[in-house]
Antibody, heavy 122, light 107 residues
Framework: QVQSVESGGGLVRPGKSLILSCAAS????????MGWMRQSPGKGLEWVSY????????FYADSLEGRFAIFRNNAKNSLFLQIESLRVEDTAVYYC???????????????WGQGTLVTVSS | EILMTQSPATLSVSPGERVTLSCRAS??????LAWYQQKPGQAPRLLIY???SRATGIPARFSGRGSGTDYTLTISSLQSDDIGVYYC???????????FGPGTKVN
């Protein structure tokens, strides 16, 4: 079955960098747009980034101010999110998500990983 | 930037009740709207896409409707397993900008 497993979270000092990973299985990875969402403790959902199946097209939420980079390795069925200059407000559970497509068009995020918690604190 | 609002913020209901949640976009999203359910301690699950199409495996008691800026999610007969937070999300436009509503908590 479709599965996405995130890793790389943990306690990080403000100003440091981090790379989150997502190992995907159960589908043809390179055929799907993928993305990252985050959810601060007790808060709602926030879209972070989105990447095409080939990895050539990347999109980011405007609020991230260029500190985030999404990339993928289709040969290893893996998705990544690099976060620079971490801030306390980046503290959140980060979810790896797969775009659900209907007739080739985006139709929601159909599959979510269990999430990895990033805590930014001194 | 499209802003999403949801009402009510919290809803207390009993099993068997009919529940209707509302979502409003700050501009027309052309039915490019999804609904998600998030149970406590779990990742969200896609319920509805395209404003009214149920995702695979979603029970028929969940239905969505709406157009333009106003959308609703209805649970025809609430079950105890339906407790959680429900989020709407718009995906209109290119390049993609995905905006979520603040959620409705169903107690």
């Amino acid at each position: 079955q479709v599965q996405s497993v995130e890793s790389g979270g943990g306690l990080v000092r403000p100003g440091k960098s981090l790379i989150l990973s997502c190992a995907a299985s159960g589908f043809i990875f390179g055929d799907h747009y993928m993305g990252w969402m985050r959810q601060s403790p007790g808060k709602g959902l926030e879209w972070v980034s989105y990447i095409s199946g080939s990895g050539k097209d990347m999109f980011y939420a405007d609020s991230l101010e260029g500190r985030f980079a999404i990339f993928r390795n289709n040969a290893k069925n893996s998705l990544f999110l690099q976060i620079e200059s971490l801030r306390v407000e980046d503290t959140a559970v980060y979810y790896c998500v797969r775009a659900h497509a209907v007739n080739g068009y985006y139709a929601g995020f159909g599959d979510w990983g269990q999430g990895t918690l990033v805590t930014v604190s001194s | 930037e499209i802003l999403m609002t949801q009402s009510p913020a919290t809803l207390s209901v009993s099993p068997g009740e009919r529940v209707t949640l509302s979502c409003r976009a700050s501009q027309n999203v052309n039915s490019e709207l999804a609904w998600y359910q998030q149970k406590p301690g779990q990742a969200p699950r896609l319920l509805i896409y395209g404003a009214s199409s149920r995702a695979t495996g979603i029970p028929a008691r969940f239905s969505g409707r709406g157009s333009g800026t106003d959308y609703t999610l209805t649970i025809s007969s609430l079950q105890s397993d339906d407790i959680g937070v429900y989020y709407c999300q718009q995906y209109n436009g290119w390049p993609p900008v995905f905006a979520f509503g603040p959620g409705t908590k169903v107690n």
